[in-house]
Nanobody, 117 residues
Framework: QVQLVESGGGLVQPGGSRRLSCAAS????????MSWYRQAPGKEREWVAW????????NYTDSVKGRFTISRDNAKNTVYLQMNSLKPEDTGVYFC??????????WGQGTQVTVSS
């Protein structure tokens, strides 16, 4: 059974930090490109970041560059999103996604991040 389980969300004040985790099981995690997406209430889901299987090549949407860091630990089948200097506009449900060419992606259920004072 394929599973992606996000954790680490919660309420954080502006300027604060959170580290999200996505624990994967049921597939060859180390071969998949992993991504983080987020969706604010009433808005479309947007891509946030991706990381290649080896782990070093990464990319980010402009709004989070310099604040967020995606990383992975293939030995633990886990991808992380370190979020610093959080802003209210970062609020939303954060999802992790696993994908390889030629296959349908796997999605987690999401974890809520609320940035509010």
């Amino acid at each position: 059974q394929v599973q992606l389980v996000e954790s680490g969300g919660g309420l954080v004040q502006p300027g604060g930090s959170r580290r999200l985790s996505c624990a994967a099981s049921g597939f060859m995690f180390s071969t998949y490109v992993m991504s983080w997406y987020r969706q604010a209430p009433g808005k479309e889901r947007e891509w946030v970041a991706w990381i290649r299987p080896v782990g070093t090549p990464t990319n980010y949407t402009d709004s989070v560059k310099g604040r967020f860091t995606i990383s992975r630990d293939n030995a633990k089948n886990t991808v992380y999103l370190q979020m610093n200097s959080l802003k209210p506009e970062d609020t939303g449900v954060y999802f992790c996604k696993a994908v390889v060419d030629g296959r349908d992606p796997y999605w987690g259920q999401g974890t809520q991040v609320t940035v509010s004072s």
